[in-house]
């Protein structure tokens, strides 16, 4: 059974930094990707980013490109995302996920979520 639990959220002001780590268990895939998804109240789920299990591959949604940075400590089974000059637009409860390797640029649907870390960015 696959687990995540998220954690390091909280308020900052605009152009603060965060960042959000996601201990991760009960690995099911031998291929899998792993990813953050915000969704804001009343918006759709956004894609943040993703990163293969080597590392050596990351997305990028175009809101957040140059400002997060997403990697992962796989000693630590341990995902994260460095969120720097950070906008009230980036304002939302973030998840952590959890898929397949097709998952790796949004290309298919996570399986697995956490249960979310609220961010919140005033101005």
């Known amino acids: 059974q696959v687990q995540l639990v998220e954690s390091g959220g909280g308020s900052v002001q605009a152009g603060g930094s965060l960042r959000l780590s996601c201990a991760a268990s009960?690995?099911?895939?031998?291929?899998?990707?792993m990813g953050w998804i915000r969704q804001a109240p009343g918006q759709e789920r956004e894609g943040v980013a993703t990163?293969?299990?080597?590392?050596?591959?990351?997305f990028y949604s175009d809101s957040v490109k140059g400002r997060f940075t997403i990697s992962q400590d796989n000693a630590k089974n341990t995902l994260y995302l460095q969120m720097n000059s950070l906008k009230p637009d980036d304002t939302a409860m973030y998840y952590c996920?959890?898929?397949?390797?097709?998952?790796?640029?949004?290309?298919?649907?996570?399986?697995?979520w956490g249960q979310g870390t609220q961010v919140t960015v005033s101005s």
């Open positions: 996920a959890y898929g397949s390797s097709a998952a790796c640029g949004f290309r298919a649907d996570f399986y697995y």
């Open positions: 009960g690995y099911t895939y031998s291929t899998y990707c």
């Open positions: 990163v293969s299990p080597s590392g050596r591959h990351t």
